[in-house]
């Protein structure tokens, strides 16, 4: 048996490992490809984000949300098989495509596919991509996703469920900002650029069909403060909607095995 002071040089000795692999990992330059191939379907001839791109943004939600951003909702079907993602079929099909054709995971490509939506329309924030994911057939737990009725409290709860703060949460949901409904109703006045209408317009209802969800949340004792906050603030959205959505696009997965792609987003809009 090891000696204590042995174990933890072990320890350490995997530690630093693990830190040396994430350091020297390069970025495969066939994202850079795949860059310029959504770039042309993201941004439409008005420099708004398009459908596509916020279809792939909340695709990485519903991907990562109920277990882990492993690609299962397109590889074990959950796109087909699941009503809460019956919006998302076409972007499913798409991007599983685009995975195969450029030879890289499909929990990558749909990570990277929403971080590129984000920075696609006028005003959204740039998130870190890193690839390496493990992609899975086994569907994640269905059951797991808001739905647009619940109230505050049981989002709030389910997100806490997932390792996620309120604060967290309202910072999320800001994505609606760019969100459409089933019937093609925007969820602000302004879906083609990232903003804080969405916040001001749920909160003061002067948005048309805001969804139960979002308007419970932002007037709920437990949120309203930091829904406020955030419509008032586009720096403090920003300040928490980037480290909260890198978050969530690595939940399931070994950040340090990942190789660091963020460039590619950036240049790929410069």
Known sequence: MLGPKVSELCMALVAYLALARAQTATCPTVWTEVAGDLVTTFVGTDGACTDDARAAIRLAFHDC??????GSIILANECIDRRENTQ???I??????????????????????????????????????????????????????PGPNDDAA???????????????????VGAHTAAKKRNGGALDSTPGAWDTNFYTETAD????????SDVSLSNSTETSSTWGSFGADAAAWAAAFVPAMEKLSLMGNDEASLADCSSVITNALA
Do not use: H, Y
């Open 88 to 90: 998302l079929v076409n």
């Open 92 to 145: 499913c099909s798409k991007l599983g495509e685009k995975a195969a054709s450029f030879d890289v995971g499909t929990a990558d490509m749909i990570q990277f596919a929403a971080a590129l939506g984000i920075a696609s329309c006028p005003g959204g924030p740039t998130i870190s991509f890193k690839a390496g994911r493990v992609d899975s057939t086994t569907a994640n737990p269905a059951g797991q996703l």
């Open 205 to 212: 209802g002067s948005v048309a069909g805001s969804l139960n």
């Open 154 to 172: 049981s989002i709030v709860s389910a997100f806490e469920a997932k390792g996620f703060t309120a604060a967290e949460l309202v910072a999320l």
């Open 65 to 70: 949300f109920p277990g882990a951003c492993d």
